[in-house]
């Protein structure tokens, strides 16, 4: 591990010292701890409504109206099951995603893993930038002045050595998010209407263009990036398997936030804008900030133009330290907010980089950008299945995980979020290459996807099951005396389950990965190995099919 990643928890809200324990602890003294413990999940999740998020969301409410709603509803269990896989591997396991990856499956699946996230970073990072610019130029500050401001803050906040100080700067920033809620009530939603949005509809039927919103949606919300963050920042922060149950509860209170935000985001075009001619005509979010201002009013264009500008800032932070944590994880270099520049030069050299190039790139034509900040949203939804894969893979890793690995509810959550998420991919891939697609006939292929879904979970289950009969045969002839069947009665009984429990829960508090180094990597079989190739052969292809549709739009 990382000299800077042992020693005491410090955070924006206090300190916790690395031998404290929550025994004997009075309940305000508990919840002190948990507001010390208050900000990887608080952070990674209000980094989901970035300015790509806030376009995606408002481009959603002008075009479709509340309708969508229901897929922000289906997402929550989504960002609770992935991140909450990541907290476990990051405070078990003590070190970052990316170099979990390459530990456990070799160069050849790191350098794919790393690569797409670099990409998609980089493109995430740009649209960060268009969204400052955009945000800034509604108040009149030309671009050339906002643009180069935004990347010297970014980079003097990170830069300055001090975990605690860098997120006191971004606990700012998320509590600026406040002005959401005058700027919805300020629109006069309807309650009814939202309450509609709940139930899943297709408005205009199902074609490419609904499903890359719907895909964008997905993708700015769950984004890979996401993981990659909050695992290594739950490592700079210096959290142990201890204090797992209060970075849930954390995880939790991003997750209200993040929701609250996306709605509010929503319901301001949707009802803001609703009836005029620019329902259906969405162009940028610097767009909406000016029709809200033309429409009810200068304060309701402010406040969006606001929000639009901290989730820039809050994004950018976010995205670009995912980045270059897992540079820092491949090359093996110092990668800490605790570390001063000179300390680890490469960390703060590759962050500076990651911004400056960013921040050229924001300068392109406004067609192209307008349509850039859609594309990224949807490569990140396109790419999350495969980086959902790693992650349950490494989450049903004993040798990393030990007593912390996945329960069998949480993979039979977490497969059917993967091969839902796979399922809209190939949807997405269907609609580009033949758009006269009718909905019937994409309602049809989710109602046979889903069953060819239940097929497989059946055909893994009975896998599991026989491996289950054969370790219940290597533990009676460890016993002597009993068969299979016997030892499958003592784990039935209540009492041996209760005592199991107490000690799983006393193992968990203690245990930590072994050194990486010291572990024998997984042996995949055939079948594995080739449902990964499969899988990374197809999001090659659905990646450049985004590509061809996102081109075709910028072209006509």
């Not at 990409?119 to 945000?135: D, K, M, P, R, S």
């Not at 906002?146 to 980079?155: E, G, H, I, N, T």
């Not at 909905?439 to 979970?457: D, N, P, R, S, Y």
Request: glycine fraction near 10%; charged fraction near 15%.
């Amino acid at each position: 591990m990382d000299s800077a990643h042992v020693g005491d928890i410090v955070g924006a809200l206090g300190t916790i010292r690395h031998d404290e324990t929550t025994a004997g602890r009075t309940r305000w003294q508990r919840f002190r701890m948990l507001l010390t413990i208050l900000g990887p999940g608080l952070i990674v999740m209000v980094g989901d409504n970035d300015a790509g998020g806030v376009a995606t969301y408002a481009q959603a409410g002008q075009n479709y109206g509340m309708a969508l709603l229901w897929t922000l509803a289906l997402l929550i269990p989504v960002l609770y099951v992935n991140q909450e896989m990541v907290v476990r591997l990051g405070a078990v396991a003590g070190v970052g995603h990316a170099r979990l990856i390459f530990a456990r499956f070799g160069k050849f699946w790191g350098a794919f893993s790393v690569g797409d996230l670099f990409i998609v970073n980089a493109l995430t990072i740009v649209t960060e930038f268009i969204g400052v610019a955009l945000a800034l130029s509604y108040f009149g500050l030309p671009k050339s002045i906002s643009v180069p401001l935004a990347a010297v803050l970014l980079f003097a906040v990170v830069a300055g050595g001090s975990f605690r100080r860098w997120e006191r700067f971004l606990f700012a920033l998320i509590a600026i998010n406040i002005v959401m809620i005058p700027m919805a009530i300020m629109v006069h939603p309807s309650i009814s209407e939202t309450a509609k949005g709940v139930i899943p509809s297709f408005p205009g039927g199902l074609n490419s263009e609904l499903l890359l919103l719907i895909v964008a949606i997905v993708g700015t919300t769950v984004a890979p990036w996401q993981l990659f963050f909050q695992q290594s920042n739950i490592v700079d922060k210096r959290l142990t398997p201890r204090w797992i149950r209060y970075e849930r509860i954390d995880l939790w209170v991003g997750i209200v936030v993040v929701m609250i935000g996306a709605v509010a985001i929503m319901a301001a075009a949707a009802f803001g804008l609703a009836g005029t001619d620019a329902v259906g005509q969405f162009t940028d979010a610097g767009a909406v900030a000016q029709l809200l201002h033309d429409r009810m009013g200068p304060t309701v264009g402010a406040l969006f133009a606001i929000l639009l500008l901290d989730a820039s800032l809050i994004g950018a932070n976010a995205v670009g330290l995912a980045t270059t944590y897992a540079l820092g994880d491949t090359f093996r270099r110092r990668h800490s907010l605790h570390w001063k520049i000179g300390e680890a030069p490469a960390f703060y050299v590759g962050y500076a980089l990651l911004l400056a190039v960013a921040a050229a790139v924001s300068f392109s034509p406004d067609n192209v950008l307008g349509l850039l900040t859609q594309g990224v949203q949807a490569l990140a939804g396109v790419l999350l299945p495969s980086a959902t894969v790693f992650l349950v893979l490494l989450c049903n890793d004993r040798a990393v995980l030990g007593p912390w690995v996945n329960t069998t509810r949480q993979n039979i959550v977490a497969g059917v979020i993967v091969w839902s998420l796979v399922l809209l991919s190939l949807a997405l891939t269907g609609a580009t290459f033949f758009p006269d697609l009718t909905t019937e006939q994409l309602e049809m292929f989710f109602g046979i996807g889903a069953l060819v879904g239940i097929a497989g979970g059946f055909v893994i289950a009975g896998a599991k099951s026989r491996a289950d009969r054969k370790t219940a045969a290597a533990v009676a002839a460890e016993l002597g005396g009993l068969d299979p069947g016997q030892v499958k009665d003592l784990d039935a009984r209540p009492h041996d389950r209760a005592l199991r429990r107490a000690v799983l829960e006393e193992e968990r508090d203690t245990w930590r990965t072994p050194a990486l180094d010291t572990l024998d990597r997984p042996a995949w079989s055939p079948l594995r190995t080739a449902g990964m190739v499969a899988l990374r052969g197809y999001l090659l292809i659905a990646v450049v099919l985004v590509v061809v549709k996102i081109t075709q739009s910028i072209t006509g």
